[in-house]
């Protein structure tokens, strides 16, 4: 039923009551159950198909679940994490091996059927889905295993909040985001930043090696094809094959977090410039420990700097914000497992549309922009506009060439957000949002993050992979030369 928030839901709803927005909603998806659910109890049975050389494939349900819209497992598989998307796929293959895998595509070629790949299920477009085709569900891979070097192999269903389940007990850290229920699949392949990336790089910067079935059904590792794997770190995204595992490398976990949550109220232009002015001021400052995000939802502000290493002095350093503040509510030496489940987020789904507002080199690309842009902000309640810092070791040069990631040097990530509940608030919160769109196109602005796309760029190619777009698709040649895996922006053949 639709209902109308009030206000103190609705900051409760964006993260700010109890946790923080830039993290907020997610939810359980039923890829959550065990295996043994998600079976329904059923009795195993074969089922087969050819593969390219012809022969046969024989699969049980330990394999894969092979999901028609009449199975009452549908609707829950094919559940997104934005109820603004609504697809529905003809075949909803729930695989739990690589051999499901590769049934999978050998029945959608069989079928002439397109496939898309999903994970955790928080694409902002729906990438992980089409509609008549055939989708590889990977959310039941969720081994996690460890290996020497306290390296870690993982599977593409585990959910950062399975990662970090994980891998606190054994003190370990793998950089990620903070949202609970986002996939560390989909996450890895298009970047994957957070808490910990100024200091240790993007998650697939961690990453050391994957294994995929192509659009031919074999098993492809990144140990014999570096190209593969410097194309899956920022432009892997359902675009050469399906990943069925991850070998990550992991960092000493730090033992606690500290936060600082600043809040200010009734902002007008003025205010906007100058708080995000020394936002900025105060972010090119920080060490790389430290993490910073600026988020403005209607006419509040909240600031939220985080940090997990004890920095002599840094509350002077981050004072010049502290003063213009209405308030500051620090938390510091929280137990850094528990500090982290803050962000989880709400479970979900829920309406929206989220996109990329750019990648900047400073403030100046937003104050060009500033009094258009908070007027469409503060008049249009459900619009958030964030900027999230990057930078740090992200913009180290070693990883400029062993990923496809293009946009190092550019140190922050803007992110515009619009929620909603009532259907019949979409129109405006979406023309508001393009307007917003418009203002940052129109000051330049080209360079997008992909795991937070938006169907409407129009050069995105460009504004995702930068000058990398001719090499991917070389890549896309060599793993998917008849173009199986695709999506509205998926990488051309
Ligand atoms: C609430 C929320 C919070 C977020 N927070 C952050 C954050 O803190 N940091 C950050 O960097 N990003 C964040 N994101 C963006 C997130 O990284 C992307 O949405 C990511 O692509 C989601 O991955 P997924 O596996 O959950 O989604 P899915 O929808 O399953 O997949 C996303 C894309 O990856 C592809 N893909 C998924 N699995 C595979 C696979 N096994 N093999 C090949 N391709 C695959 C899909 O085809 C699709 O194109 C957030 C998103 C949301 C909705």
Same mark, same amino acid.
């Not at 089922?47 to 012809?54: F, I």
């Not at 790089?201 to 192509?214: H, I, K, N, P, W």
């Not at 929280?334 to 989880?344: E, V, W």
């Not at 991917?472 to 890549?475: M, R």
């Given at each position: 039923m639709s209902k109308t928030y009030t206000k103190r839901e609705f900051l409760k709803m964006m993260g700010l009551g109890l946790a923080f927005l830039p993290f907020m909603s997610c939810f359980n998806h039923s890829s959550s159950n065990t295996e043994q659910e998600a079976d329904g109890g059923q009795q195993k049975k074969d089922?087969?198909?050819?593969?390219?050389? %012809?022969d046969e494939l024989k699969v049980s349900d330990e394999d894969i679940l092979?999901?028609?819209r009449d199975d009452q497992r549908y609707a829950d598989f094919n559940m997104a994490f934005n109820k603004r998307i609504k697809h529905l796929p003809k075949y909803i293959a729930?695989?739990?091996?690589?051999?499901?895998?590769?049934?999978?595509?050998?029945?959608?070629?069989?079928?002439?059927?397109?496939?898309?790949?999903?994970?955790?299920?928080?694409?902002?477009e729906g990438f992980s889905s089409n509609d008549g085709g055939m989708v590889i569900n990977v959310s039941l891979m969720k081994k996690i295993s460890w290996?020497?070097?306290?390296?870690?192999?993982?599977?593409? %269903?585990?959910l950062l909040q399975e990662v970090q389940a994980g891998l606190f007990p054994r003190k370990r850290l793998l950089p990620s985001g903070s949202c609970g229920t986002v996939g560390i699949a989909g996450l890895t392949l298009g970047g994957g930043y957070g808490f910990f990336s100024r200091k240790y %790089?993007?998650?697939?910067?961690?990453?050391?090696?994957?294994?995929?079935?192509?659009a031919d059904g074999r098993v492809y590792t990144t140990k014999d094809d570096k190209e593969l794997l410097w194309a899956c770190k920022g432009g892997g995204n359902g675009n050469f094959g399906v990943v069925t595992s991850f070998r990550f490398k992991t960092y000493d976990m730090p033992p606690t977090f500290d936060s600082y949550v600043l809040k200010f109220r009734n902002m007008n232009v003025e205010r906007f410039e100058s708080s995000l002015s020394t936002w900025f001021d105060v972010s090119e400052k920080i060490p790389e420990e430290a993490f910073a995000a600026y988020v403005l939802n209607g006419k509040t502000l909240t600031i939220l700097i985080t940090t997990y290493k004890s920095i002599p002095g840094f509350d002077q350093l981050i004072a010049p914000l502290t003063v213009l503040a209405d308030s500051t509510s620090p938390t510091l030496n929280?137990?850094?497992?528990?500090?982290?489940?803050?962000?989880?987020g709400r479970k979900g789904p829920l309406y929206f549309k989220n996109a990329s507002a750019g990648l900047y080199r400073g403030k100046a690309d937003i104050l060009q922009v500033k009094e258009a842009l908070f007027g469409l902000v503060a008049g249009n309640p459900g619009i958030v506009f964030q900027v999230n810092t990057l930078g740090g070791k992200i913009a180290d040069g070693t990883f400029e060439g062993t990923s496809c990631y293009p946009h190092r040097q550019l140190a922050y990530l803007g992110e515009l957000q619009a929620y909603w509940e009532l259907e019949s608030k979409e129109a405006g919160l979406v023309k508001a949002f393009e307007d917003i769109q418009t203002l940052f196109r129109n000051g330049g602005i080209e360079a997008h993050y992909r795991n937070y796309p938006d169907i409407n760029f129009k050069d995105w190619e460009k504004a995702y992979y930068g000058d990398n777009y001719g090499r991917?698709?070389?890549?896309k040649r060599k793993y998917d030369k008849d173009d199986l895996f695709h999506y509205p922006q998926s990488i051309r053949v």
């Open positions: 089922q087969r198909a050819e593969d390219n050389s %012809g092979l999901l028609t729930v695989c739990r091996t690589e051999k499901g895998v590769q049934y999978a595509i050998q029945k959608a070629k069989a079928e002439k059927l397109k496939v898309a790949v999903k994970s955790g299920g928080h694409s902002f290996l020497e070097n306290d390296e870690v192999l993982m599977g593409p %269903g585990c %790089g993007l998650t697939c910067d961690s990453l050391l090696e994957l294994t995929m079935v192509g929280a137990d850094l497992p528990k500090a982290m489940k803050r962000y989880y991917l698709q070389e890549v």
